[in-house]
C-alpha cells in the first residue's frame, strides 16, 4: 500500500492594500450617485456672469481719478486733500485684504461676493449723495464702506474662478478673459466720465451713474449666485485632472501651513507687484490731471489719453 501523499501547505500573499485619498473617495462618492462633471458650456456660462460683475466693478474705479480737476474746483479741495480720499480706500484694501481672503475660504465665492457687492452698493450711494451735497468728510466715509465691498468682491471672484477651472485647465485663459473685461470696464468709466459731467452740468451724475452700474452688478451676482446652486445640485464636484483634487467652494478650515508650501518664486512675484502696482496706481489717479496740463487740452480729452493709456500700458 503506497504512502498517502501529505498535502502540500500553500500560502497566499495578499497584495498591499493602497490607501485612497480624500478626493478618490470623493470622486468614487460623486460618481455613484450619477452626477456628472458640468460640461464646457456650463463653465463659459459661469465665466461670463463673472465677466460681468468684473465689468460693472469695474467702471466705478476709475471714475474718481478722472474726475480729479473737477472735483477739486467744485469741492473746493486741495491735492493733499484729494490724495486723502485715494488713500482711505487703498488703507482699506491693504489692511483688510488677507482678512477677507480667510473670511472667503469659509463662506465660500458665490456667498462672498453678494455681501461685498450689497456694501460696495451702499457705499457708492453715499460717495454719489456726498458729491451731490458737495461733503468732502461724507465723501470720505463713503470711500471707506465702499472699500469694504470691494474688497470682499475683487476676492470672492478670484476664489469663484479657482474653484470652477483648476490650474492646469483653463484656469489662466479664464483669468485672462475676466482681466480683460476688467480692463474695458475701467476703460469706459474713465472716458466716459468727464462727457457725463460736462452733459449733465452736475459732476454728481457720473456718481449716480455708478450706483445704476453696480445695480446691474447686483443683478448679476445674484443671477450667477443661483446658477452656483444649481450646478452644485445637478453636477458632481469640479476636480483638478493632474492632482485629482475636488475644487471646492468653500473650506470649513483654514489650513496655514499651505501658506509656507508655495514656492519662493511665488513670494518674489509679490515683492515686485508691491512696488509696480503702487507705481502705476499713483499714475493711473493722477493721469488725467497731468494730461490736462502737458498737453492743454480739457477734462474730456485728458479722460480719453489717460483712458487709453491705462488700458494700452498698464
Same mark, same amino acid.
Given at each position: ?63 474718481? /481719478? ?24 487703498? =488703507? ?48 470720505? /466715509? ?22 470652477? =477651472? ?20 475701467? =476703460?469706459? /468709466? ?12 452736475? =459732476? ?111
Amino acid at each position: 500500500m503506497e504512502a498517502s501523499e501529505k498535502p502540500i501547505a500553500t500560502a497566499t500573499v495578499d497584495e498591499p492594500v493602497k490607501p485612497s485619498s480624500p478626493a478618490q473617495d470623493q470622486q468614487t462618492e460623486d460618481n455613484g450617485d450619477g452626477k456628472q462633471p458640468p460640461p464646457l458650456i456650463a463653465k463659459l456660462i459661469a465665466v461670463l456672469l463673472i465677466s460681468c460683475i468684473s465689468f460693472g466693478s469695474s467702471w466705478s474705479s476709475g471714475v474718481t /481719478g478722472a474726475m480729479k480737476s473737477t472735483i477739486k474746483k467744485k469741492m473746493n479741495i486741495s491735492n493733499t486733500q484729494f490724495s486723502l480720499l485715494e488713500a482711505s480706500e487703498d =488703507f482699506m484694501v491693504t489692511l483688510l485684504m488677507l482678512g477677507s481672503g480667510i473670511v472667503t475660504d469659509r463662506v465660500g465665492g458665490a456667498e462672498m461676493i453678494i455681501y461685498g457687492n450689497v456694501v460696495y452698493t451702499i457705499g457708492s450711494i453715499l460717495v454719489a449723495a456726498a458729491t451731490t451735497v458737495r461733503s468732502f468728510n461724507f465723501m470720505v /466715509g463713503g470711500r471707506v464702506i465702499l472699500a469694504l465691498g470691494d474688497i470682499a468682491t475683487q476676492v470672492a471672484q478670484y476664489k469663484m474662478f479657482s474653484s470652477w =477651472f483648476p490650474p492646469s485647465n483653463g484656469f489662466a485663459s479664464t483669468l485672462g478673459l475676466e482681466l480683460a473685461m476688467r480692463k474695458i470696464g475701467g =476703460f469706459v /468709466g474713465k472716458s466716459t466720465a468727464n462727457p457725463i459731467a460736462k452733459n449733465t452740468g452736475n =459732476f454728481a451724475w457720473v456718481y449716480w451713474t455708478s450706483v445704476f452700474m453696480n445695480l446691474f452688478t447686483n443683478a448679476a451676482t445674484v443671477v450667477f449666485w443661483l446658477y452656483s446652486r444649481y450646478c452644485n445640485r445637478h453636477y458632481q464636484g469640479r476636480q483638478d485632472k493632474a492632482t485629482g483634487e475636488v475644487l471646492t467652494e468653500k473650506n470649513k478650515k483654514f489650513e496655514l501651513k499651505k501658506i509656507f508650501q508655495l514656492p519662493w518664486m511665488f513670494w518674489c512675484i509679490l515683492a515686485f507687484s508691491l512696488f509696480q502696482t503702487s507705481a502705476a496706481l499713483v499714475f493711473s489717479q493722477n493721469a488725467t490731471e497731468l494730461a490736462e496740463k502737458r498737453f492743454n487740452v480739457d477734462s474730456i480729452k485728458a479722460g480719453w489719453y489717460s483712458a487709453l493709456s491705462q488700458y494700452s500700458g498698464k
